[in-house]
């Protein structure tokens, strides 16, 4: 069964760079959510859409911008990078919101910042 | 606003013996309660769910879980653990509150440690 796919899976960049991460949903999944787990952490929720719209959000730096596009994939852009944002960034799906269905997980994304 | 707590941080277990990982919640309505199971360097896995009807609810690779809703519990367990059943374990409430929208509240995790 198709899976959440997540790209890239790994990333490295200088402090002050930008990164893009992108997300593709399990098809017919209209809801993203994006999570950050730092070392040792449990995941924290960033932001999630629905429908290409935001639906809600969490502890997203201003830094930190995202959006779902038509295909209901999601790309998450990160600028000014620092140090503390080396972190395994997780994109999740899950058909529609408010609902009582679980999430699911892709691989995540490792970025270093260096 | 939901929480969930998860008391331990680690838990050993010999194979073959009986698994609990401990998971404590709080809820402001009805609540929608997960387990996951997240491998190193690998995504969350889905283990099961709770939503209504039993309080006893089974899921993927063996494992299950009791929903309390007097203590406000929601303990996972296997009965025999295996070597393979090393991760870390997330609880998590779903948050079913008009503003947010069915986000996910997770726990900081417990690591299982079975040995030989």
């Known amino acids: 069964a198709a899976g959440v796919i997540q790209s890239p899976r790994h990333l490295i960049k200088e402090k002050r760079e930008t990164a893009t991460l992108k997300c593709y949903p399990i098809p017919r999944h209209d809801t993203v959510y994006w999570y950050q787990q730092g070392p040792g952490q449990d995941p924290q929720f960033l932001i999630s859409?629905?429908?290409?719209?935001?639906?809600d959000k969490g502890s997203i730096p201003d830094r930190f911008s995202a959006q779902q596009f038509s295909d209901y994939h999601s790309e998450l852009n990160m600028s000014s990078l620092e140090l503390g944002d080396s972190a395994l960034y997780f994109c999740?799906?899950?058909?529609?919101?408010?609902?009582?269905?679980?999430?699911?997980f892709g691989e995540g994304s490792r970025l270093t910042v260096l | 606003a939901q929480s969930v707590a998860q008391p331990e941080d680690q838990v050993n277990v010999a194979e073959g013996n009986p698994l609990t990982v401990k998971c404590t919640y709080s809820?402001?309505?009805?609540?929608?309660l997960f387990w996951y199971v997240q491998y190193p360097n690998r995504g969350l896995q889905f283990l099961l769910k709770?939503?209504?009807?039993?309080?006893l609810v089974k899921g993927s690779y063996g494992f299950e879980a009791e929903f309390n809703k007097s203590q406000t519990s929601f303990h996972l367990k296997k009965p025999s653990a295996l070597v393979s059943d090393s991760a870390l374990y997330f609880c998590?409430?779903?948050?079913?509150?008009?503003?947010?929208?069915?986000?996910?509240?997770f726990g900081a995790g417990t690591q299982v440690v079975v040995t030989p």
């Open positions: 709770y939503i209504t009807g039993d309080n």
């Open positions: 998590a409430v779903r948050d079913m509150t008009t503003d947010s929208w069915g986000k996910f509240q």
């Open positions: 859409f629905y429908e290409k719209m935001q639906s």
């Open positions: 809820v402001s309505g009805n609540p929608y």
């Open positions: 999740a799906s899950s058909a529609g919101q408010g609902g009582t269905g679980e999430l699911f």
